[in-house]
């Protein structure tokens, strides 16, 4: 309804019409609206229960093979469990017990040391190689399946390939520093050269999902944005780090989450590559848990270093959002 406010005229003013005032009329409540719940037709709770029905397998694999064995774990921790059957409930006393353990705090500063190599060594090569393909049309399918041909072979397999390229006698790395006269340089033996070499062998494993990845996030970045820079003037670097860059930021920091994890996980490379050594210095983390479970069958005390794992890596991707995984508003 609406209603005619009179409003008197001022002196030599002219006579004005008066404006309507509407009053709103409220509309029922109904489905999608406040008042009321919103019920969902027949038809749309039949595709429901379907969409959940082809889920459901995936969810209960996901249940048993991943949450199941978390609690395990979690529980294993508070207890003394030995090889045959008998445990022992000892609350935090592995955990007690990890704490003051000088070869724990070894084993976690060689897994930082590997992590902060291997994460922007692996991250700016697939990014490099993201942004030529990108950049590349001729023979683009051809060079995105060769640098991702790696990623499917087996660590095992990278490992002993590269193990015998850093050969100090006859490997093929050392041989082509003879032809420059160079070396030979130890690099598997050599303390400060090892977490490196180890770096590089998974970098060159690991680096095509990411590139994928990456490469993904770079055509979908809007070709309009792009030749606006252009237009104004930016070069190509200042378009990269000005307009692609930010615009990347949470294909980066997914790629950056994934090889940190990786990083944090690694064993196979240095099990085949050093066993560890030389004098420990590429002990990583998981070999220190392969060790306590599979050597000395103390797997209370792996699973509390499993756990501690765990939190170690939930705390760095926490902090790696909190720095750069904020979506620009």
């Known amino acids: ?31 999608g609206r406040p008042g009321r719940r919103a019920r969902l ?14 889920v459901a397998p995936m969810l ?19 207890t003394d469990y030995r ?33 902060a190599v291997y994460v922007p060594m692996t991250v700016l090569l697939a990014l490099g190689t993201a942004v030529l393909l ?27 390939i590269w193990k015998w390229i850093y050969e100090v006698e006859d490997g093929l790395l050392n041989a082509s520093l003879g032809a420059l006269g ?3 340089v130890d690099f598997l033996g050599d303390e400060r050269l090892v977490l490196p070499s180890i770096a590089a062998t998974a970098a ?10 990456l490469l993904a996030g770079l055509q979908s970045v809007p070709r309009e944005v792009t030749e606006a820079a252009v237009i104004d003037g930016a070069s190509a670097w200042q378009r990269f780090r000005w307009v692609t860059l930010p615009l990347l930021r949470p294909v980066l920091f997914f790629v950056l989450v994934i090889e940190a994890i990786q990083a944090f996980q690694v064993f196979d490379a240095m099990y085949v590559m050093t066993a560890g050594g030389p004098v420990r210095a590429s002990y990583s983390l998981v070999y220190f848990l392969y060790d306590s479970g599979f050597k000395f069958f103390d797997f209370g005390y792996a699973s509390a270093i499993g756990l501690v794992l765990f939190l170690v890596v939930l705390v760095f991707s926490l902090i790696q959002r909190r720095l750069i995984g904020r979506e620009t508003d």
Do not use: Q
């Open 204 to 213: 060159w494993k690991g680096f095509g999902y990411s590139m994928l990845i």
């Open 60 to 78: 209960a694999l996901f249940a048993v093979f991943r949450f199941g064995p978390t609690i395990g774990a979690a529980l294993l921790s508070l």
């Open 134 to 160: 990108h950049r590349t049309v001729w023979l683009r399918g051809f060079f995105r399946g060769l640098f991702f041909l790696p990623y499917v072979t087996s660590i095992v397999l990278a490992a002993v």
């Open 41 to 54: 037709s027949p038809a749309r709770r039949r595709e429901a229960w379907i969409g959940l029905a082809f």
């Open 182 to 184: 160079l070396g030979p």
């Open 1 to 31: 309804m609406s209603k005619v406010e009179p409003r008197a005229a001022a002196p030599g003013e002219p006579e004005r019409t008066p404006r309507p005032v509407v009053e709103p009329v409220p509309l029922p409540a109904g489905p």
């Open 83 to 115: 090889l045959n059957g008998e445990w022992t409930f000892i609350g935090v006393a592995n955990y007690t017990r990890l704490l003051g353990d000088d070869l724990f705090w070894e084993s976690l500063g060689v897994t930082a040391v590997y992590t």
